[in-house]
């Protein structure tokens, strides 16, 4: 949804009312991908890989 477009939000926010379990499961799936995508375990492993490959670059 653009943000610019009060239109686009009016039109998201009607549709929230009018279907709510649909929203639920849409909010449902989202907080599942953040859980798993966006914890800080995957953040910890993503920067000692970012580390490993600086150094693997730095010492060829």
Known sequence: IPAESSEAI???IRNIFANPESYQVKADAGRIH???NF???KIALSYEEL????IEEFEC
């Not at 580390?51 to 600086?54: A, C, G, S, V």
């Open 51 to 54: 580390m490993y490959k600086t």
């Open 10 to 12: 009016e039109s998201a």
């Open 39 to 41: 914890n800080w375990q």
């Open 34 to 36: 953040i859980i798993e």
